[in-house]
């Protein structure tokens, strides 16, 4: 079954500090996987996405890691804000005909001054 | 520019009702698709339209679920005979293509609330 399964559910951290949000995957074949920030009651904003060639991707403060051979995803906050609380969404697609693209059930993440 | 927008933002509606959800995505994407959210869950697939090809319906959870893209470009998500198990966000998303490296652009969500 092609799932993917993000940790921690939550996360608390100080302003300024970093932190590291995990993602495993199971679907094959594998096509991409995308990293979104969620705002509360807002859609999903993409930050990240990596096909199977790519093992690092930045964008600003946030760096997303893809391990293809062990089918996991890493994605790297530093020196938190308190604009960065918000759900963190692992994506994976797979290439097979048709459409399949399965979202991670998220990180909370709070950010406390 | 304008992004994908949805309406309503909010819709209360009684268990038996048919409600009726709006998406306008970014104008020329070819791709639009149907998500919903339940609380605390990962976003769920429901329907994916690209260009003039049948969509592809396989997330539809029953057959009380139906969509519509006219012209290419606006999207009605219809639901009939509401349950409260349909209380959920529903999100959509366009993009120019479909797969990487298009990037799905969402749009707020519309808050459905069956009582």
């Known amino acids: 079954k092609n799932q993917v399964e993000q940790s921690p559910q939550s996360l608390i951290i100080l302003e300024g500090k970093n932190c590291t949000l995990q993602c495993n995957y199971t679907v094959s074949p594998f096509s991409n996987l995308r990293w979104y920030k969620q705002d509360t009651g807002r859609g999903p904003v993409s930050l990240t996405i990596?096909?199977?060639?790519?093992n690092t991707k930045s964008n600003g403060r946030y760096t997303a890691t893809l391990d293809a051979d062990t089918k996991q995803s890493s994605l790297h906050i530093t020196a938190s804000q308190l604009s960065d609380s918000a759900s963190y969404i692992c994506v994976v697609s797979s290439n097979t005909g048709g459409f399949k693209t399965i979202f991670g059930a998220g990180t909370r993440l709070f950010v406390k001054a | 520019g304008a992004g994908v927008s949805q309406s309503p933002s909010n819709k209360v509606t009684e268990k038996g009702k048919d409600v009726e959800l709006r998406c306008d995505p970014i104008?020329?994407?070819?791709?639009l698709y149907w998500y919903r959210q339940s609380l605390g869950q990962g976003l769920e697939f429901l329907i994916y339209?690209?260009?003039?090809?049948?969509?592809?319906k396989s997330g539809l959870p029953s057959d009380r679920f139906s969509a519509e893209r006219t012209g290419g470009s606006v999207s009605t998500l219809t639901i009939q005979r509401t349950q409260q198990e349909d209380s959920a966000v529903y999100l959509c998303?366009?993009?120019?293509?479909?797969?990487?490296?298009?990037?799905?652009?969402f749009g707020p969500g519309t808050r459905l609330t069956v009582t």
């Open positions: 990596m096909t199977f060639s790519e």
């Open positions: 998303a366009s993009s120019t293509g479909q797969g990487a490296p298009y990037e799905q652009y």
């Open positions: 339209f690209q260009g003039n090809s049948a969509p592809d």
């Open positions: 104008s020329g994407h070819t791709a």
